[in-house]
Antibody, heavy 119, light 107 residues
Framework: EVQLVESGGGLVPPGGSLRLSCAVSGFAFRSHWMHWVRQAPGRGPVWVARIDYDGTEIIYADSVRGRFTISRDNAKNTLYLQMNSLKREDSAVYYC????????????WGQGAPVTVSP | AIQMTQSPSSLSASVGERVTITCRASQGISVNLAWYQQKPGKAPNLLISGASSLQGGVPSRFSGSGSGTDFTLTISSLQPEDFATYYCLQDYNYPPTFGQGTKVEIK
């Protein structure tokens, strides 16, 4: 069974930092591109970042570029999102998401890690 | 970024009704369009990829169509478990962008 389990969410003041982790199991982690997607309360999902198989190619949304860093450890089957200089508008549930193969887009999602940026 | 516009933003329907949700892209995206279902407190669940390919385990009452800029998700006979919010996603180019969602409620 494919499983993605996020951790590391919580309450952080503006300007603070947080590191999210996503432990995966049930599939060949090193064979999939991985993404982070976030969703603020009552809003639609918003894509945040993508990393390829080994971290060679990384893309960020304009809103987080320069503040967030996506990375992965294939030996530990774990995806990370380092979030620095956090702003109130970064408050959301953050999902770790697997990209499928071929023309299959974001096909498996974790349960989400809530992040609240507030004094 | 490509803008995805869904309509309607919400609808009320009865069990057994046929429901249609549309998604329009601000530029052509071929068939690089997916549909997701999301229930409260849960992550989105992939229903359809490539505009019309049903994912494994998804009931056949769900179908998708369209190409270029205009797409449709149809539920042929609404079931109680289908009451949820539905999102389209374009993965034609970066950044991938979602529609704003369509909430399907019980009439």
């Amino acid at each position: 069974e494919v499983q993605l389990v996020e951790s590391g969410g919580g309450l952080v003041p503006p300007g603070g930092s947080l590191r999210l982790s996503c432990a995966v199991s049930g599939f060949a982690f090193r064979s999939h591109w991985m993404h982070w997607v976030r969703q603020a309360p009552g809003r639609g999902p918003v894509w945040v970042a993508r990393i390829d198989y080994d971290g060679t190619e990384i893309i960020y949304a304009d809103s987080v570029r320069g503040r967030f860093t996506i990375s992965r450890d294939n030996a530990k089957n774990t995806l990370y999102l380092q979030m620095n200089s956090l702003k109130r508008e970064d408050s959301a549930v953050y999902y770790c998401v697997r990209e499928g193969h071929g023309y299959i887009p974001l096909d498996s999602w974790g349960q989400g890690a809530p992040v609240t940026v507030s004094p | 970024a490509i803008q995805m516009t869904q309509s309607p933003s919400s609808l009320s329907a009865s069990v057994g009704e046929r429901v249609t949700i549309t998604c329009r892209a601000s530029q052509g995206i071929s068939v690089n369009l997916a549909w997701y279902q999301q229930k409260p407190g849960k992550a989105p669940n992939l229903l359809i990829s490539g505009a019309s390919s049903l994912q494994g385990g998804v009931p056949s009452r769900f179908s998708g169509s369209g190409s270029g800029t205009d797409f449709t998700l149809t539920i042929s006979s609404l079931q109680p478990e289908d009451f949820a919010t539905y999102y389209c996603l374009q993965d034609y180019n970066y950044p991938p962008t979602f529609g704003q969602g369509t909430k399907v409620e019980i009439k």
